[in-house]
C-alpha cells in the first residue's frame, strides 16, 4: 500500500504563484478598503451640518471617517 503524506497545506503560499495571489488579494483588499472609505466621505461631505449633528458628526470628522482601518494610512 503507498502512503502520500506531505506537509504542506493545499493553500499554503509557499510557492511563488501562491505569494502572487496573497499580493493581489492584498492590494484587491486595500484598493477596497481605500473606495469604500472616499464613498462614506463623498456621502458625509453632502450633508448639512444639522444631518451630520444628527448622527453625532461635525464638518471636521469627515475627514477622518477610515482612517482608522485602512491599510493605505
Given at each position: 500500500?503507498?502512503?502520500?503524506?506531505?506537509?504542506?497545506?493545499?493553500?499554503?503560499?509557499?510557492?511563488?504563484?501562491?505569494?502572487?495571489?496573497?499580493?493581489?488579494?492584498?492590494l484587491?483588499?486595500?484598493?477596497?478598503?481605500?473606495?469604500?472609505?472616499?464613498?462614506?466621505?463623498?456621502?458625509?461631505?453632502?450633508?448639512?451640518?444639522?444631518?451630520?449633528?444628527?448622527?453625532?458628526?461635525?464638518?471636521?470628522?469627515?475627514?477622518?471617517?477610515?482612517?482608522?482601518?485602512?491599510?493605505?494610512?
Amino acid at each position: 500500500m503507498a502512503v502520500f503524506d506531505t506537509t504542506r497545506t493545499a493553500q499554503g503560499t509557499s510557492g511563488l504563484i501562491g505569494r502572487i495571489g496573497a499580493l493581489v488579494r492584498s492590494l484587491t483588499a486595500s484598493f477596497l478598503a481605500w473606495n469604500d472609505s472616499r464613498q462614506a466621505k463623498k456621502a458625509l461631505s453632502g450633508l448639512t451640518d444639522r444631518e451630520l449633528a444628527d448622527i453625532g458628526l461635525i464638518r471636521s470628522d469627515v475627514e477622518s471617517i477610515g482612517l482608522v482601518d485602512s491599510p493605505l494610512r
